[in-house]
C-alpha cells in the first residue's frame, strides 16, 4: 500500500485516513520512526506494557469536548474499593 504526500513547511507529513484506521492510530498515539534503508519506516510503538496496555492507553486518551482532565484511574480505583467494601 502506497501513498505519496507533500512535506509540510515545519517538516510534517500526514498519514492517510485510511492508513491510520487499518493501524488504530487515533490523535496521541505514539509511533516509531526509524531510518531503513531505502527510507523512513514508521510504525505503532508498543512500548505500554502488555498487562496495563488497554488501562494506560485509556488514561493517556484525551477527548476534545472534556473541559477539564478526569482522573479516571482514580475513578477506577474508587469505584473497585466501593464495590470491595474497602474504606
Do not use: C, F, N
Not at 507529513?13 to 485510511?18: F, G, I
Not at 484525551?62 to 482514580?74: F, G, I, K, N
Amino acid at each position: 500500500m502506497k501513498a505519496k504526500r507533500l512535506v509540510g513547511p515545519k517538516g510534517r507529513v500526514v498519514t492517510p485516513k485510511h492508513m491510520r484506521d487499518l493501524l488504530g492510530l487515533r490523535e496521541g498515539a505514539k509511533v516509531v520512526v526509524e531510518l531503513v534503508q531505502g527510507g523512513p519506516l514508521i510504525r505503532k510503538s508498543s512500548s505500554l506494557r502488555a498487562s496495563a496496555k488497554y488501562v494506560d492507553y485509556y488514561v493517556q486518551t484525551t477527548s476534545p469536548r472534556l473541559r477539564e482532565r478526569v482522573d479516571q484511574r482514580s475513578l477506577l480505583e474508587h469505584e473497585v474499593a466501593e464495590r470491595l467494601g474497602v474504606p
